[in-house]
Nanobody
Framework: QVQLVESGGGLVQAGGSLRLSCAAS??????VGWFRQAPGKGRDFVGFINWSGGRTDYSDSVKGRFTISRDNAKSTVYLQMNSLKPEDTAVYYC????????????????WGQGTQVTVSS
């Protein structure tokens, strides 16, 4: 059974940091993506990481502030978020990549339940 479980969300002041975790089980994935969805908005691409080589890519809105990493032994992907802004407030999801354009939600077929990140001003 494939399962992705996000954790680590919470409330933080602007300029602060949070680290989200995505624990994967049930299958080996080629890559894991992070997306976020603000209230009333669509699900937007944040970034992704390849399991094998650790290659990462990020949306322009988070470059220089967010870092994705993985611990292969723990089958866990992390999203380190620094210099958080109120506009980063959203539910954050991790997803298993299956093929296609990584920034497109259609490239992923397994999703976690999401974890809320709220950045106050």
């Amino acid at each position: 059974q494939v399962q992705l479980v996000e954790s680590g969300g919470g409330l933080v002041q602007a300029g602060g940091s949070l680290r989200l975790s995505c624990a994967a089980s049930g299958r080996t994935f080629t890559a894991v993506g992070w997306f976020r969805q603000a209230p009333g908005k669509g699900r937007d691409f944040v970034g992704f990481i390849n399991w094998s080589g650790g290659r990462t890519d990020y949306s322009d809105s988070v470059k220089g502030r967010f870092t994705i990493s993985r611990d292969n032994a723990k089958s866990t992907v992390y999203l380190q978020m620094n210099s958080l802004k109120p506009e980063d407030t959203a539910v954050y999801y991790c997803a298993a990549f299956t093929g296609g354009r990584p920034s497109n939600t259609h490239a992923y077929n397994y999703w976690g339940q999401g974890t809320q990140v709220t950045v106050s001003s």
